[in-house]
Structure formats: C-alpha cells, structure tokens
C-alpha cells in the first residue's frame, strides 16, 4: 500500500485484464524457483540471502505498483506461473471471491504462533475459520502535522471544523480512507464502520463536503504530499509515515498526531494462489515461514522501517527502533481501525466522486 | 512638369528614401501627381518602383523624406485613414467573401445606409461591367473579372488617389489590351488620379500622361510619354523604353540645342540632352525606322539577319563593331552591303550609361 | 497499391487493431456488463448508462470537462494568436528554430513541469515572495495554486504549442496582401483580424482547437496535482471506477460516453473542416 494507484492510466488497466497470460512456462528445475508478486522495497537481496543460502530455494521477483495492478494480472490468469502474492489484508477477499488462492495450513508455519493478538483476534483474510491471507507486516496511515506551524496537535476534527488552519490541509484521494475518518470524526461506532447505512452515508457525504471547502488539495502520492509538507503550503494531512521520517531527517519539525477518534492501521497479507503444490508448495511455506521470523523481521524493521506481523524480532530492537515502527508500546494497537473491506465499496467511491465534483 | 499655375499637385514626394537593412531600395526620389492624371512608374524589378507605391498606400514605412496630400503631410497617417485606395498586383480579393462582399468591404467604414450601400456597390460594379457576377466567389471568375472586382473595390471608397501594381501583369496579352483600354477610360471618367506602377514600358505609354522611370532607387527621368520616347535623357532610358539603337559615342562640340558626337558611324550633329558638353560620353539614339538606304549621314553596313515582321521587314545589320536593326519596306538579301543613312534632324543625343541588364 | 504492399502493410494494420482497436471494443462489451463484487456478469444491460444518465455527478463531470476543454481553447488561442503571427511573419530564417523551442517545454515531462509551477505559483512561491516583498499584498494569494486557475493556466500552458502549431500553418496559407488589402479599405486592427485573418485561418484555428481540446478532456495530472480539491476530473473518476472499485463496467460505460460525446463532437469540428476543404478544392475545380 506504500505506492501511489492513481498514477496508472485506465487503459493499462485494461489492456493488463485482456492480454493473454504471456507468463513464461514453469521451468522444470531440481530446486524450485519460486515467482514472488511483492513490493519492491520488501524483497531486497539482502533481506532474503540468508534464506536463499539456507534452502537452496531461487526467487524470481514480480514488483507489483499497486494493488489493484496485482489484483488484475492474477485474475487475468497470471497465477498459473505465480507462486507467493502480497496482497493488502483488506484486499484478501477479493482474491477469495475470485477462487484466486488456496488455504493456508499454519501448521506448516512454526513462527504463526507469534502472531501478534490483533491480527489472530481480526476476521480479515479468513472465511469459515480457515485462513487465506496471512498477516505479512503492518503499519498505521497517520496524521501527520507540522510542530511549528500549528500550536497544538490536532485530531481529525481539524479535517472537519473551521479553523486558522483551514485551507492548509490536505487529504488523500482514495476513497475508503476518506469515507473512514469521516465515519470516526462522527464518532460511528468502530463495528459499524465498514457497514454504512444509507442515513450514515448521507452524513459522511456532508461531512465530506464540509471538509472540501477546508482543504488545501487531495494529494495522490505521498511524494508529492512531503512536497507540500516541506513548501508550507499544507501544515496537517491525513498521510502515510514516510513525510514524518523523511522531513524530520531535514530538520523540519513533523509530528504524528494520536487523535482521539482512532488511527487507521493497514496490514498486508502473504497468500498462495490457487495451483501451487507439492515440492513448490513446500518451499513457499518455508519461505513464508522466514518472512515471519526473527531475521527477516529485524532487517525490515531497520530498513523498512515497518514491524512484521509477529513478535519474533521485538526483543532483538532496541527501544528507539521499537518505537520508530509503533512496537513500543503494544496497547497503540487497540486505537487503530484497521483497513476492511467495506460490503457497500462501490457506494463509497460513488459517494467519493459525488464529494469531488460537488 | 504638365502642372500650371494655380494649380496644386494632389501628392507631392520629396527626397523619399527608403531603406531595408543595409538594401537602399528607393534613394532620394522627387515628384508630383497633379489631380486627375494617369501617372506610370515605370522600371524593371527592383527599381524601386514598389517601395514608393507602399510608401504612398501606408503599407511600409518612409525611411526618410516627406511624402504629402494635398499639402498635409502623410507620413505618419496609417493606411486605414488614407483616401487612398490600391489594386494589387495579385488582386487580394477576400476568397471568403462574394464579388459584392468585397466590394462593399470597405463601405462598412463610411457613414452610408445598407441601401445607400448596396446602390454604391452596384454602380461600383456596374461601372466594371461585372454586375451580373455580384453573388459569385472571386474564385469563379477569371483573371480579368478578378481585375474588374478588384477595381470596383478601390473605385467604390472614392479615393483620391488609386494606386495600381502592376495590374494587368497577370493577364494574357490580348486581355492585357482590352484593359490598357478601360483602365484608361476609367480614369477619365472618374476624374482621379491614377498611379501605376508597371515595368513594361508599351502599357506606360499607351495609359499615361506622365511617366516616372526609374533606376536603382533613383528617378532616371519623368515627364509626358512623347517627350519621354523622342527624348530619353540617357541611354538607360533609351533602352529602357526600347526600340532605339543606342550608339555610344563622344561629345566633341555643342552649341546650342546640338551637339556633334563621334561614333562608329562616323560624326552626327544633332538635338542633345541639355547637360552634355564637349568631351563627355554619350549615345546616339536612331530608331529602327529612322534608318534608310543612301540618305544624309552615310555608312556601310552588312545586312546579318532579316525577319519578317508583319508591317515590314525588321532587319538585322552590323557596321564595324556596331551591330543595328533598322526597318524596310522591302527584304534586303542576307550577307549584302547597304548604304545607310538616316535624317539627323530626327535622331536625338542622350547621356551615356549603362544599358538595362 | 501492390499485393507485396499489401503483405507488408499487414503486420502494421493487425498491430493497430490488436492494440488500438481490441481494447476499444473491450471497454465498449465491458460498459454493458455488471459487477457484483469481483464477478463480472456478463448479461448485456444499460444499467451503467442509465446510471450515468441519471447521475448528476458523472453528467457535471463530463460538462466540467468539455467547459474546461472550451475554456483552455480560447486561451491558448487568444496567446497563440500574436505568437504564430511572430513565426509566421516575423520567424524568417528561425522559423523552424522558433517552432521547436515552442515545443521545449513538452519535452520536460508531465511532473517536472507541474511541480515547476507549484513553485511559481505556491502560497510560498516566485509570484506571491515577489509581491509580499513588492509590499503588494500582505497575506499570499492562495487561490494562484491549487485552484480552477491554476489547473486551466498550466493546460494552457501545456497545450499552447499545439495551437500554435495550427494557427502558424492557417498563417502560412494567409497572403498578406488580404490583409493589406484589408487596411486599404479602411479598416482598423480589430475589423481586420474579424473580417479577414480570423475567417482565413479558421482551419487552423479548428485543427489547432481540437488537438487542445482532446488533450484537455483527458488530462487529468494537471488538474489533480494543481487544481486542488475541486481538481476532479471526469478521467480521474473513472480512474477511481477501475482502480479502486472494481467497477470496470461503470468505468467502461463512461468511458465509452465520453469517448462517444469527444467523437461527436470532432466529428462536428471536422465536418466544418472538410467544408471549408471542400467547398475550396470544388471552387477551384471549376475555375
């Protein structure tokens, strides 16, 4: 979820959904050769090269943009040759719907067991109590703010009532997030959330108008909202945690706010699609296995820097490193909101469109 | 000048110059247009002759000089606001617009009715002989209707002064006739002053009653065309205006209205150009038909070429270095000796100069 | 034409078709389908164009977008107007010199070029630091940048080069002594670009116009990234249909109109066009 979406043209989009699948045929080696649908910044070589030398496994790697993209090649038939996707954890049911991907046994993945509570306690990735994408690692889509240009640190509600800083803030385009602070702004109860009714609805749909008139821009990548971070021109955004890093190392003080209404928290899922099997099967459970362990987990941790689903490298981070991925102090967890899938989406990005042309 | 007392010249040009770049395409040109005249400029391309007529209808600025209208100077009056009016050379006729539309186009900016108009762009036409075309596109017409409607389009503003440039280069010969004719009649009926600009030198003569030849940017010689043809002031002119053999020659005596000049001929005393004194280079001028066998002056010459010539014979000879055409009633044999002669009371001294190229 | 040419000619028409045309017909069968959640049923229907019909959101949007299309046509043609007349009369030898360094900017880059203007047009940028240090105004001009304004300014900007393009040739084919002509018979400046160099180089003004256009109604960077929050474009919504939703059949049935309204509407602009053509080449062919 750290790449921009919006940047892609339609018709790539549909182009991606008619070629047919021009993936080159599995090659028949001694030692499997895995295909791996990732992000870019998830698989460098070094994060895998002690897994690598241990299995004798090869990886082949598949840099996704975006995923919708992902979503688009593995429908189009891209998961005869694929063997380990990345989908967002609120994206799982997509893939589930679609008969995409198969069940995963957690006997076979020893490091499940450290799996932190949130994640074993959430509905997300499973059905009838199997599970299908498993938590991969996970982070929160904070409010970011300028220290020195805003007196106090704000909530969402900066996003909603008149203030000095009207005309300084900026929201992302997308849909659901947006749908999703409004619905905590009007203090809609969390269960309820992704299951909007009409009259709810109508109400985002003000709010969200409101908030219109108060707004600098919508950003649509995250570089161009550090931009507008380090120009002034917006003091507080609904962003990701790249600005707060990134300005703070060129001395700007940036602040996340911890609004009171709840953060967003967005996780993705490793899932194998459906097809995968045997000697190969094997080996993408072994690999899932060391992206949930302790050495893959410290090196993500430090690079990333992001936490991995599990609770095997915490003890190996020091405090600061900790708390740079939100570890630290594990009961931050119970504020987030994590990213579902709503059952009304396409009302959501109806409603989204009717703001922005309002 | 053809102007008599009291009577004020409609446009007046003095020292007129006009550069462009480092070109000096007209240097330093005087004359007047009087009212009601058809006045030629005439010279080859790049005289100049151009330059002073979109120097007159505002389309390029006067480097230097003064040009005036009726006393008021006119430098500095941009072209919308002369009452001044052009033909152009390729017609400009707006293709977007019919004959009438064109006609009435500059109508819009005169203080006139729709039917006061309307009956100005039919008499305008009329007067053209083009008004059964009114409704028509120019790009239906033919080259001369094209020249009628472009005339009717100037005509019609009434200006003071109709510039033409080279209006009838476009036309086939036969066409060009017809319209030497009525431009010429045009202009008498209408009473203004005509200026045109053209380098064929048979359309000067036929149309003008003034004539501007031009050379390098300068002024050669202006003044009526029979003075012009019987006296060229020099041999540029002379063979500008064609026809005459130009004999160079010197000076070697002069009193009076003659001179006596030296040439290949042998010596002459005739009329000369008012300037030339003994010792100066100059040029006898003899037309073709002033040439006759054994009369006055005699020489010998060598008959080269004779060609038939409808009216007579044109007649190719060579005298010494001097080659020569003269006319003949009757065919002379190629390759024969002729004693020739001509009047000297009928031959005329110019200057020397270069010859046109 | 030979039977080798057209052997030869093959692979480029199939690689048109297969890459221009395939789609094309995808996106118009998909715009009859619906989507429940991820499946796709395909039973034809015109829910999606009802939907559209019926939706005042996606009807202002593609208003919006031909507005902002017609509106950036008459700035660039208003700017280009003086600039093909410099190339065209004034160019000479660096005419073609002239014309490519028109077309610099376009080399740039979408981003570059964007976020260029963002630092000229910024709260914090070249224009308002100029003015506040000008002592012109105290507090910035905020609405310079991410504005109505802002957006429309930069596609003129980015579009200018192609109107150029067409008004410089409609100035090629102009004889000057038209215009002469025109002043002759006494008209001022204003009467003779109405009457005379306006209707003779409308064709370029047309073809000119309709490469603007287009590009305008599917830009949808520019007014994204400069236009603010009300920089929402028809092409981002449908965006939104395809990328987020799911919806590919509601996207494709807009899509589809749009691309529906756009043909219409170049065709209306080229049959004036031909016309003008037309009603030349038959003039000339009977004189």
């Known amino acids: 979820m750290t790449h921009d979406m919006h940047r892609r043209r339609f018709l790539q989009a549909v182009l991606a959904g008619t070629a047919a699948s021009a993936l080159p045929l599995k090659a028949l080696a001694a030692q499997p050769d895995l295909l791996w649908m990732v992000w870019e910044n998830?698989?460098?070589?070094?994060?895998?090269?002690?897994?690598?030398?241990?299995?004798?496994?090869?990886?082949?790697?598949?840099?996704?943009?975006?995923?919708?993209?992902?979503?688009?090649?593995?429908?189009?038939?891209?998961?005869?040759?694929?063997?380990?996707?990345?989908?967002?954890?609120?994206?799982?049911?997509?893939?589930?719907?679609?008969?995409?991907?198969?069940?995963?046994?957690?006997?076979?993945?020893?490091?499940?067991?450290?799996?932190y509570d949130a994640f074993k306690n959430s509905p997300l990735g499973k059905a009838d109590g199997k599970t299908y994408g498993l938590p991969f690692y996970w982070g929160i889509n904070p409010l970011v703010y300028r220290k020195d240009l805003m007196d106090a640190e704000p909530d969402w509600s900066v996003f909603f009532e008149d203030s000095k800083y009207a005309g300084k803030l900026a929201m992302r385009d997308y849909a659901l997030e947006a749908v999703m602070i409004a619905a905590m702004y009007l203090e809609i109860p969390r269960d309820q959330i992704f299951h909007l009714d009409d009259a709810q609805l109508a109400e985002v749909k003000k709010a969200l108008i409101a908030q219109k008139k108060l707004l600098r821009t919508y950003w649509s990548s995250i570089g161009d909202l550090t931009n507008l971070f380090a120009t002034g021109e917006v003091v507080a955004a609904y962003s990701w945690v790249p600005p707060y890093h990134e300005l703070n190392a060129r001395g700007l003080s940036m602040g996340i706010a911890n609004p009171k209404q709840g953060t967003i928290g967005w996780a993705d899922s490793l899932a194998i699609p459906k097809g995968v099997e045997g000697e190969k099967l094997e080996a993408v459970y072994a690999l899932i296995d060391y992206l949930l362990g302790e050495d893959y987990g410290k090196m993500l941790a430090v690079g990333g820097p992001y936490a991995q689903s599990t609770s095997s490298a915490r003890d190996m981070l020091s405090k600061e490193e900790r708390e740079t991925i939100f570890i630290e102090d594990m009961s931050v967890m119970d504020s987030f909101i994590w990213r579902s899938n709503p059952e009304r989406y396409n009302d959501w990005v109806a409603l989204w469109n009717e703001v922005k042309a309002s | 000048m053809n102007d008599g007392p009291g009577r004020a010249p409609l446009l007046r040009a003095r020292a007129l110059h006009k550069t462009y770049g480092t070109t000096h395409a007209v240097q330093g040109v005087d004359f007047r247009l009087m009212p009601e005249s058809y006045v030629t400029l005439l010279g080859p391309s790049g005289c100049g002759k151009t330059s002073i007529l979109r120097m007159i209808g505002g389309f390029e600025d006067v480097s230097s000089g003064m040009l005036e209208l009726e006393g008021?100077?006119?430098?500095?009056?941009?072209?919308?606001?002369?009452?001044?009016?052009?033909?152009?050379?390729?017609?400009?006729?707006?293709?977007?617009?019919?004959?009438?539309?064109?006609?009435?186009?500059?109508?819009?900016?005169?203080?006139?009715?729709?039917?006061?108009q309307r009956a100005r762009v039919e008499q305008a036409l009329a007067v053209v002989r083009m008004q059964d075309f009114a409704a028509r596109r120019p790009r239906q017409l033919s080259g001369g209707q094209q020249q009628r409607v472009a005339l009717a389009r100037a005509i019609v503003n009434e200006p003071r002064l109709l510039l033409l440039d080279e209006p009838l280069s476009a036309l086939d010969r036969r066409m060009r006739k017809d319209m030497q004719i009525e431009l010429k009649d045009l202009q008498r009926r209408l009473g203004v002053t005509f200026l045109h600009v053209t380098h064929d030198q048979e359309e000067a003569f036929a149309l003008s009653d003034w004539i501007v030849v031009m050379n390098r940017g300068q002024v050669e010689q202006q003044g009526a065309p029979q003075d012009i043809y019987r006296r060229p002031r020099s041999a540029y002119v002379a063979d500008f205006i064609g026809g005459s053999n130009v004999i160079p020659g010197r000076i070697t005596a002069r009193q009076g209205e003659e001179a006596r000049i030296e040439t290949a001929l042998g010596p002459v005393v005739a009329a000369a150009e008012e300037s030339l004194r003994a010792g100066d280079a100059a040029a006898l001028c003899v037309r073709p038909e002033q040439f006759g066998q054994a009369a006055g002056s005699a020489f010998e010459a060598v008959v080269t070429h004779v060609v038939f010539a409808g009216s007579g014979w044109h007649v190719e000879l060579r005298a010494g270095q001097q080659e020569l055409a003269a006319q003949f009633t009757e065919p002379p044999e190629t390759g024969a000796a002729l004693r020739l002669g001509f009047d000297p009371a009928r031959v005329w001294i110019a200057r020397a100069g270069e010859a046109v190229a | 034409m030979s039977r080798t040419g057209n052997w030869l000619a093959a692979p480029v028409v199939l690689a048109l078709i297969a890459t221009c045309l395939v789609p094309m017909g995808v996106l118009f069968a998909y715009s009859f389908f619906q989507v429940d959640f991820v499946a796709i049923n395909t039973d034809p229907t015109l829910k999606n164009y009802a939907k559209i019909i019926g939706s005042e959101t996606y009807r202002s949007l593609i208003g919006r977008a031909f507005l902002s299309g017609a509106v950036v046509v008459a700035i660039t043609a208003v700017i280009g107007y003086p600039v093909a007349w410099f190339v065209a009369r004034r160019g000479g030898e660096w005419k073609s010199a002239l014309l490519t360094l028109l077309l610099v900017p376009l080399y740039t880059g979408d981003m570059v070029r964007i976020f260029a203007w963002r630092v000229i047009l910024g709260a914090e940028g070249v224009i308002n630091r100029f003015a506040q240090w000008a002592g012109l105004i105290t507090e910035p001009i905020q609405v310079l940048l991410f504005s109505p304004i802002a957006s429309h300014l930069v596609l003129a900007y980015n579009f200018l080069p192609f109107m150029v393009m067409g008004l410089w040739?409609?100035?090629?084919?102009?004889?000057?002594?038209?215009?002469?002509?025109?002043?002759?018979?006494?008209?001022?400046?204003?009467?003779?670009?109405?009457?005379?160099?306006?209707?003779?180089?409308?064709?370029?003004?047309?073809?000119?116009?309709?490469?603007?256009?287009?590009?305008?109604?599917?830009?949808?960077?520019?007014?994204?990234?400069?236009?603010?929050?009300?920089?929402?474009?028809?092409?981002?919504?449908?965006?939104?249909?395809?990328?987020?939703?799911?919806?590919?059949?509601?996207?494709?049935?807009?899509?589809?109109?749009?691309?529906?309204?756009?043909?219409?509407?170049?065709?209306?602009?080229?049959?004036?066009?031909?016309?003008?053509?037309?009603?030349?080449?038959?003039?000339?062919?009977?004189?």
Not at chain 3, 198 to 225: K, R
């Open chain 1, 42 to 115: 998830l698989a460098k070589d070094e994060y895998l090269a002690p897994f690598l030398a241990r299995s004798g496994v090869t990886i082949s790697k598949n840099f996704i943009g975006s995923d919708d993209e992902q979503f688009a090649k593995l429908r189009a038939g891209g998961d005869s040759s694929v063997d380990l996707i990345t989908p967002g954890l609120d994206k799982v049911d997509y893939y589930m719907a679609s008969g995409l991907v198969q069940e995963i046994d957690l006997a076979k993945i020893p490091n499940t067991a450290k799996i």
């Open chain 2, 72 to 116: 008021q100077p006119l430098n500095k009056v941009p072209a919308a606001r002369r009452p001044i009016n052009t033909v152009f050379q390729s017609y400009a006729l707006f293709p977007h617009l019919s004959v009438a539309e064109n006609v009435a186009f500059g109508l819009a900016y005169r203080d006139l009715g729709r039917e006061a």
């Open chain 3, 169 to 287: 040739l409609g100035y090629e084919a102009l004889d000057d002594a038209l215009v002469e002509a025109a002043r002759d018979l006494g008209a001022p400046p204003v009467a003779v670009f109405r009457r005379v160099v306006l209707p003779m180089t409308l064709p370029g003004l047309i073809a000119g116009g309709m490469m603007v256009f287009v590009m305008v109604v599917g830009d949808y960077m520019t007014p994204q990234l400069l236009g603010g929050a009300s920089g929402v474009t028809v092409i981002s919504a449908i965006n939104d249909l395809f990328g987020t939703a799911f919806d590919w059949p509601l996207g494709s049935a807009i899509a589809c109109t749009l691309l529906a309204l756009l043909g219409l509407f170049l065709a209306v602009a080229a049959y004036a066009l031909s016309r003008m053509n037309l009603g030349r080449s038959l003039i000339s062919g009977e004189a």
